[in-house]
Nanobody
């Protein structure tokens, strides 16, 4: 098992940047495909980005391509999401997730993972 704790959320003006971090417990972090997902009020949870075990492969939602970057440091058991050029529509609770049930790359479906963090709020003011 793995426990995930997100940090780095907050309030930012449109056009600004934030960096989310997700600290994972245990020694198995490197064995998991990881993802960032978000859920805005009244909307379904959606995948933002995913990253393969070594970090060599990444996927992004069309809405964040070119603005967000997912990365991981397996030595530090930490997942990151660098968010630039933030927009009001990026406002949501962001979740870190690990280990899609398929245990494959790419994760399909992209919103189903076995382990989840508690979420961190990102609010972008326009």
């Amino acid at each position: 098992q793995v426990q995930l704790v997100e940090s780095g959320g907050g309030l930012v003006q449109a056009g600004g940047s934030l960096r989310l971090s997700c600290a994972a417990s245990g020694r198995t972090f490197r064995s998991y495909v990881m993802g960032w997902l978000r859920q805005a009020p009244g909307k379904e949870r959606e995948s933002v980005a995913a990253i393969s075990w070594s970090g060599g492969n990444t996927l992004y939602a069309d809405s964040v391509k070119g603005r967000f970057t997912i990365s991981r440091d397996n030595a530090k058991n930490t997942l990151y999401l660098q968010m630039n050029s933030l927009k009001a529509e990026d406002t949501a609770v962001y979740y870190c997730a690990a280990d899609p049930p398929s245990h494959r790359w790419p994760p399909i479906p992209d919103t189903t993972y076995n382990y989840w963090g508690q979420g961190t709020q990102v609010t972008v003011s326009s």
